[in-house]
């Protein structure tokens, strides 16, 4: 029999709480001891372990992605993506009017869609930023006029249809009956304009995907993570009807390299719910898929001026959309738990935080039984000082991007009220709080580059030179915990992974970096690890 004991030594093995150990020993998918003297390994009796001598290099917890959307991440590998085919630079996107007509119309020629979406009807692509860069209805018409066209901007909440899509949508039938929380943007004679806020729902009645595209999508989605160097993610799913089996069978046929957490969505919860194939809270499938939590809507984005504040926007005579009002929220909180479920919001405002605490508070658990579920507040963007000590109160947690601060710097002072610009991505004071954080990447909002964003954790980069609220920027250690450890305590697993003391899993990354280092910008991720075994080397 194979000894599966092996020993890497001469290394810098990353402890969230103090000095690195320089070995560490994985026994059968474990790690068995650690220490910080060479001299420690001659009493192990290792005489048939493996011995790889890491020469110096660190290793660390596995490195996990807190928030993805890792089928709209293979679904963005296939479809058109603005921003991915402009980039000339770093957040580059497509920057114009023509910019965008220009890469549809060079996609469209290529036909490659065509082959790609075997049993899509629509066409659809993703990535732009401003609204002021997509073209009118007509434009929109001249470029894709023989079935319905979604045009999605980069953060997923506001799309631009051509008017195949409206007729589809029947957004200007007289039937229609507008859903609460859309905005159907309109011209003066009330007809749809082809821009829609929030709709993602209402689109996905004309987005119908077979088992087989989702799959592959999940596939392609889940080995950009594995190529990023991950080793788990939270994975939010569930937009599109079906996905959800697609995972499940996938998982059932041991097709996941890595750890994958579904936060499944809302809708997706309630249709499995209803047609008694829920999975108990937890259950994990086929080693990889545990079904974790699911996903609910407090606000909009910020960008879109959606993201639900307390007061209004410079730029916008209005306060944001909140999704969920207190009564809603309250019901579906309640219906969570009642299910054993625990929930992630997404709350990008702090009104969005509000009617969260307020549901979570008038949810009937007592506050003893709503700690114990943990709740995640997902993006926590804008969380007020006075929010602190209810949210601690709650036990509930921030997920957080900090890839967003950097993307976001350039405007967001222009765009939040002056009165909530201390509020903005705090996360220094939620650790120092004791908040737990958990660090993501929003892909495909961000790529999946983890050691960027810790970068973006360390330096917080204005993108202009400067930093965004120094005061607020996390050390390395700090930097590094939140996407190791600090994605463990997301799945409440942090005594099982995220930290690598003895009797832990053994998922854990080895890079060519020093912890002495201030910056990871010239670190690179050489391998992972899943319970013990090489999952990806660069
Ligand atoms: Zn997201």
Known sequence: ????????????????????????????????????????IKD??????????????????????AHIHVGDVGWGREVLDLHRASVTEPKDSARSKDDFVNLTREYLASEKWLTINDTVNNFEALGWWDESDVPDLETLDSLVSDRPAIFHRRCLHVMALNSKAISALRLDSEEFVPPANIEIVRDENGKATGLLREGFNLVSEIRVESS?????????????????????????????????????ELA?????????????????????????????QGVTFGDRLTFDRVKLFADGALGANTAALSKHYKQAPHSGIALESIESMTFKLTEIMDQGYRAEIHVIGDRAVDNTLDGLFNSGYSIEQIRKFRHILNHSQIIRKDQHQRIIDLGCSCSIQPQFVTSDAPWVYESVPDELHDALYTWKTFLDLGIPVHGGSDSPVEEILPLEAIEAAIKRSDGNGGTFMPAECLTLREALSIFTHGVAQGVRLENKIGSLLPGQLADFNILNGSLDDTSVQNWKILESFVEGKLVFKA
């Not at 192990?44 to 992605?65: M, V, Y």
């Not at 059932?252 to 108990?280: G, H, Q």
């Open 44 to 65: 192990l009796n290792l005489d048939n372990a493996t011995k790889i001598d890491l020469q110096g290099k660190l290793l660390t917890p596995g490195i996990g992605d």
């Open 252 to 280: 059932k046929e041991n097709k996941l390299k890595i750890r994958v957490f579904l936060s499944i969505f809302y809708d997706a919860f309630v249709d499995l719910k209803t047609r008694n194939i829920l999975p108990k």
């Open 1 to 40: 029999m194979v000894d599966s004991t092996i020993l890497f030594h001469n290394g810098s093995v990353f402890s969230t709480e103090g000095p690195p150990d320089c070995w560490i020993l994985i026994k059968d998918g474990k790690v068995a001891a650690r220490g910080n003297s060479a001299e420690q």
């Open 212 to 248: 087989t595209t989702l799959k592959r999508r999940i596939i392609l989605g889940l080995e950009t993570c594995v190529k990023a160097g991950l080793t788990q993610v939270h994975a939010c799913e569930g937009k599109e009807p079906g996905l959800i089996e697609a995972w499940l």
